[in-house]
């Protein structure tokens, strides 16, 4: 019998299919009569071709891990795979199902049986059964596996509720037996080391499943794993126990551990903690640890609103120690929910301005989203909350924020994400809320009010607003005041771009400021003396951004680094070549000049001695694609987006390549994530266009067509396709417009083009 788990994640390893396929594999009868595979698909969204996938394995049974954020794809997944083989059974698990089985199983006809709750055993005593009921070895009725939800006829039937795993190390560890090889991955890895948590939130599943019982695998087991995972390639560790720090005394020898076995400070580690509970001693353990990144569940600011959700917590004591994580360099990010009971417009706005005030590097407001299972989920009627019981269960509306409140708190938390996480204009309205006495939130609001009525696009697509706004909204609040303001803000936008991408430290690239940000940045508001201050920076990248309307990053001076030099074998490179920097540069320059076998040639010789160079790669796979194999220049540039995820260039580059290889989905994803990580690269929006054009999405191509215009007025091209798009959708007057303004800037192009139909 075959079994399949299909992994419908993206940026996480699947660990609680790992862990079923593990379990499973212990029971010798299974070993000589089943397999039990992990399946990755190529495309989740594609359902069709993934369920061609799926099917194409033969498998007697598939098996999914079911989430609020995922169920909706699953169960389309499930019924074309339906359509193919009726005959295959559907199993599912996870918490959307398992807290609701009556409900999801008259719901969806295409899933077979759910496992209710904790799924291990269950998974391997039900796989069990049906190998054995097909070979006739037993002739007992499934009714007697306990944990699962099936329909007999018409009726759902729940069997027995399956207790907890007392031990949760007989559970191998798929770190430690070869179920998950760390130095191929190149996701998130995933772990844990208790089940359940001690608070009782009402919009959480865990009082639900757990109550507040805490599972907990061994110290030596937790040891093991983090001694398998450290060791290995794996770039970034998300530690998924819902409050690291309790119980406190664990906690800290975790962090022990950590610090024991860790070597690389590339090394990405993730914790979520109950901040208001922390002493020094664990944050001074944190810094030890080479901890990365705090996430802190904040929710609200308010009390009132805190109390209505059974979470009781310290506004006082969060703001001392994320201060004091934050003066340890240790990234914060504090979590909201926006349209919890008692939430209005203005706590949410608190909210946000609370966090913005503590220095955090992020805040992160999400919708409520009604759990199944969840004592708020059970109570929605009492609290008076409205929201669609299906997909990711949104809320419509509560009796203290109407539908509009909740629609624009969306747009907030969406302009929050662009301005202040990914820092496009951070500084800057920072600085002009001190200066105005307005609050950073209000800023807000009042940007997206003006954004609305001064500027006429089509479609507004909150999360994707570029900085190219803000120039006009300033000018239109400080008047008068504004060319006298605009140098410092200038700057202050400037040094925002270039911490937010690069290192603050090193010594290969002088930047020169008129005005000194950190000055700035602590006495915001103040107008300090115009004077020259540089500041060093340290660059692995090129840096290629429009800002507000110009460029202005400029590299005043570049020193060469022995250092670098130094680190990689001269033997592996071309004769008179110290460094790979160098290659690197002259192959750039044969690309630039068409000599692409030149290039390729002196990239390839390189290779060796920076096999993960993500520069050399990208222009590695730019040569190859060039003439080459596509698969090849494909994988190569995989590769450089791999070595550095905040690259867009890299990612423009794929998604080009994807696109002339008749890979479109993969083309629009990578420009898609280039744009949500610089939404002023010009070549990403245009080539997005191309591809919906292409792809046969006119009305959206327009769209990111006008976007390349807002960055780049003057781009000949993207006024040309535009005219042509316009014109193919009979919006003929538009579409003289654009032809008109491309021939204004580029005349002889049109000469040229009527000389060739002559």
């Known amino acids: 019998m075959r079994v399949d788990l299909i992994d419908t994640t993206s940026d996480y390893i699947p660990l609680a299919l790992f862990y079923l396929k593990s379990y499973a594999e212990t029971d010798p009868f299974l070993q000589d009569n089943s397999s039990v595979n992990i399946v990755t698909p190529n495309n989740i969204f594609d359902h069709k071709s993934t369920a061609e996938q799926i099917i194409s394995n033969d498998p007697d049974i598939i098996g999914f891990s079911c989430y609020i954020w995922n169920m909706e794809n699953t169960v389309m997944i499930c019924d074309e795979v339906k359509k193919i083989r009726p005959d295959v059974k559907i199993i599912v698990g996870g918490p959307d199902v398992s807290s609701v089985p009556v409900k999801s199983l008259n719901k969806y006809e295409s899933i077979d049986l759910i496992v209710c709750g904790e799924g291990e055993e269950t998974f391997r005593e039900l796989i069990s059964y049906w190998e054995k009921k097909s070979n006739t070895i037993i002739s007992s009725s499934i009714s007697e596996v306990k944990g699962i939800a099936y329909r007999d006829n018409s009726e759902v039937i729940i069997t027995d509720k399956r207790p907890f795993i007392d ?323 200038q700057d202050l936008n400037r040094f925002d771009y270039y911490t ?78 110290e460094s790979v920097s160098g290659v690197v540069s002259d192959a750039e320059s044969a690309l630039e000049a068409g000599n692409i076998v030149v290039a390729e040639s002196l990239l390839r010789a390189a290779l060796p001695a920076a096999p993960e160079n993500g520069e050399l790669l990208h222009l590695l796979g730019l040569a190859v694609a060039g003439g080459g194999p596509a698969d090849e220049a494909i994988s190569l540039l995989r590769r450089a987006v791999t070595s550095d995820r905040d690259q867009p260039i890299y990612r423009v580059a794929l998604g080009a390549v994807a696109a002339q290889n008749r890979r479109p989905l993969e083309a629009e994803r990578e420009y898609q994530i280039a744009l949500s990580i610089d939404p002023m690269l010009v070549e990403a929006h245009f080539n997005l266009a191309d591809l919906l054009t292409e792809t046969g999405r006119p009305d959206d191509a327009v769209r990111s067509y006008r976007e390349a215009l807002a960055v780049q007025p003057d781009l000949v091209e993207a006024h040309y396709n535009l005219g042509s798009v316009l014109d193919d959708l009979g919006r003929h007057e538009e579409a003289a417009k654009a032809m008109q303004k491309a021939y204004e800037l580029a005349p002889e192009l049109f000469d040229e083009e009527i000389q060739t139909r002559h």
Not at 428 to 445: D, E, Q, V
Not at 502 to 525: H, M, Q, R, T
Not at 533 to 560: E, H, M, P, V
């Open 500 to 577: 937010s991408h690069l290192n603050f430290i090193g010594e290969e690239v002088y930047a020169a400021f008129s005005y000194d940000p950190v000055e700035l940045k602590a006495s915001p508001g103040v107008i300090l003396e115009q004077s020259p201050c540089w500041y060093r920076f340290r660059t692995d990248q090129q840096i290629n951004s429009n800002f507000f309307n110009g460029q202005f990053l400029r590299k005043a001076y570049d020193l060469s680094d022995a250092d670098t030099a130094a680190s990689y074998r001269q033997s592996s490179l071309p004769d008179s070549y």
């Open 167 to 489: 031990d949760l190390d007989i559970i191998p560890s798929p770190y430690l037996n070869g179920c998950i090889d760390l130095n191929n991955e190149n996701r998130t890895i995933l772990f844990e080391t208790y089940r359940g948590c001690p608070f009782k939130c009402s919009f959480c599943y865990y009082p639900k499943d757990y109550g507040q019982l805490l599972h907990k695998f061994s110290m030596k087991r937790v040891e093991e794993n983090i001694k398998e995972i450290l060791s290995s390639n794996v770039r970034e560790i998300f530690l998924m126990d819902p409050t690291f720090n309790i119980p406190k005394k664990r906690a800290k020898e975790i962090l022990t551990i950590i610090k024991k076995y860790r070597k690389d400070d590339d090394l990405s580690v993730t914790v979520e903690l109950r901040v208001d509970l922390l002493d020094q001693e664990v944050m001074d353990l944190l810094k030890d640890a080479n901890i990365t990144v705090i996430e802190v569940g904040l929710q609200s600011s308010n009390m009132d609103v805190m109390q209505a959700v059974d979470r009781k917590q310290s506004t006082k004591l969060i703001a001392e120690n994320v201060k004091y994580m934050q003066s340890l360099g240790i990234e914060t990010v504090i979590q909201l929910i926006y349209g919890l009971p008692q939430e209005t417009s203005n706590t949410y706005l608190d909210s946000i301005d609370y966090g913005v005030s503590l220095g955090v590097s992020k805040v992160e407001p999400y919708q409520l989203q009604l759990l199944p299972g969840t004592p708020m989920y059970k109570n929605s009627e009492i609290l008076g909350l409205e929201f669609v019981d299906e997909g990711e269960r949104r809320i419509i509306s509560t009796p203290t924020m109407s539908s509009s409140d909740l629609t624009e708190a969306g747009h907030i938390a969406e302009l929050v994400q662009v301005f202040f996480n990914n820092r496009t204009a951070r500084s800057p309205l920072l600085w002009y809320s001190s200066y105005s006495g307005t609050s950073f939130a209000s800023i807000i609001k009042e940007y997206m009010g003006w954004r609305i009525s001064n500027i006429e696009i089509d479609g507004i697509e909150w999360q994707k607003e570029g900085n190219y706004f803000i120039y006009d909204y300033l000018r239109s609040c400080l008047e008068d005041r504004f060319l006298d303001i605009w140098p410092l803000l």
